[in-house]
Structures are given as C-alpha cells and as structure tokens.
C-alpha cells in the first residue's frame, strides 16, 4: 500500500514567486493535515482538511497560503507570494479515523517537502 | 513558553547505550505521539499513548497522564537510531497536534 507521497521534495524559488505542494494521502483516509517546520522552529500545525471541507485552518500564517482538496483526494498548498520567512519543510499527514483519537488516531507523515525561498 | 518540552535537546550515546528521552507536557490531552524524524526528513509515527506503557522491537513508551510526563527509552542502542525523536500531543480540548521541540539523537558506533 503507498503511503503519504508529497511533490516536490525540495523547491527553490526566488522572493515573491509561486509554489504549489502537492499532497496525496493514504487511499481511504478521510482526514488530511499540513504541517510547517521552520528553520530552529518546532513543527506547527497549519490546517486539518476532512475529505474536501476544511476543519480547521487556525494555523494558516496569513492570506499568502491557500490550501486545497477538491474531491477530497489530493490536497495542494500554494503560496502566493513566497516570503524569506516561508521556508522550511512542509508535512502533510493523512488519517482515517482523525488524531484526536487514541485509539485510532494514528498519523501516516509523508517525506516533506522542502521549500527554500531566496 | 511551549506547551510541551522536550529533554535532552541533544544526546549523544555509544553503540549499546540506553536512551531515555523526556517529554513534558502543561495540558491535558487525549493522546501523546512519540515521532521520529531521520535525517532525509521524513516522519515516523513511532507510539501512540493515552496511558501505560508500549512497546516495539528495542523501544519503549510510557506516559504518567497525572504527572503530565512520558518517556521514550531505546535499548541496546544503534547507529540507525539515529534521528530527531518528537514528542507530540492532542490537547483534550482540541483536534490537532501540538509538538515539541525535538531531541537529536546520535548513536555513535
């Protein structure tokens, strides 16, 4: 079975470019998580998809990122423009039943992808 | 001050040690995840918790939900043990993870 796949696994752009991640969760799994980790930083949480309607989108930096999950597959997260400080590596996590719950809630990472901003 | 934190930040240990890592926490929470970054990256969900103890292969878990403490020990340590160990938790109130800082782990041969 194919786990969480991410693309690209590292992205260069320049200050004030586009970038789009791309995140294919496990097949089946309802629930779908980005997370950020920046340079030195802990990973945060950004947004909490539940098949294509977003749940939670708290930690969403500000209106430079616009994730989506059209059908509720896939989901992509652009960021339009790209600012110094949005570099780092971007996880997406897929699960079936939700985090939250102890019991079931376990969390499939993809590799990340990485995005440097110059 | 964060939520949760991590101890130590760095270890480094010879081929064979035990390794304790300590993660503490400041708020309720439903369940704790212990994670492991390696250094191409990706993560790994190593333990899920929300009481006692679990454990797989030479690693094991625990959690003291009263004292809000759990601990990640590894036995007869390795090389490929190598990587960031991440402690992270459902506050009881929420959906979403809250992680911690990381501890690095170097398991020197």
């Known amino acids: 079975e194919a786990g969480v796949t991410q693309f690209p696994s590292h992205s260069v752009i320049e200050k004030g470019q586009t970038v789009t991640l791309r995140c294919d969760p496990i097949?089946?799994?309802?629930?779908l998580y980005w997370y950020r980790r920046v340079m030195g930083k802990e990973i945060k949480f950004l947004l909490h998809?539940?098949?294509?309607?977003?749940?939670?989108e708290s930690g969403m930096p500000n209106n430079r990122f616009l994730a989506e999950r059209t059908g509720g597959t896939y989901s992509t997260l652009k960021v339009q423009p790209a600012e110094l400080e949005d570099s780092g590596v971007y996880f997406c996590?897929?699960?079936?039943?939700?985090?939250?719950?102890?019991?079931?809630?376990?969390?499939?990472f993809g590799e990340g992808s990485r995005l440097t901003v110059l | 001050k964060n939520e949760v934190e991590q101890s130590p930040q760095n270890l480094t240990a010879q081929e064979g040690e035990f390794i304790t890592i300590n993660c503490s926490y400041s708020?309720?929470?439903?369940?704790l995840h212990w994670l492991q970054q390696h250094p191409g990256g990706g993560i790994v969900s190593l333990f899920m918790?929300?009481?006692g103890k679990k454990k797989h292969g030479r690693l094991i878990a625990t959690i003291n939900i009263q004292e809000k403490h759990s601990s990640l020990h590894i036995t007869a340590s390795h090389p490929r043990d190598s990587a960031v160990y991440i402690c992270?938790?459902?506050?009881?109130?929420?959906?979403?993870?809250?992680f911690g800082p990381g501890t690095r782990l170097s398991v020197l041969p």
């Open positions: 918790l929300s009481s």
């Open positions: 097949s089946g799994h309802d629930n």
């Open positions: 708020v309720g929470i439903s369940a």
């Open positions: 992270a938790v459902i506050p009881r109130h929420g959906q979403n993870f809250v």
């Open positions: 996590a897929s699960s079936q039943y939700g985090s939250a719950r102890a019991d079931t809630g376990e969390l499939f």
């Open positions: 998809f539940v098949k294509e309607s977003k749940q939670d």
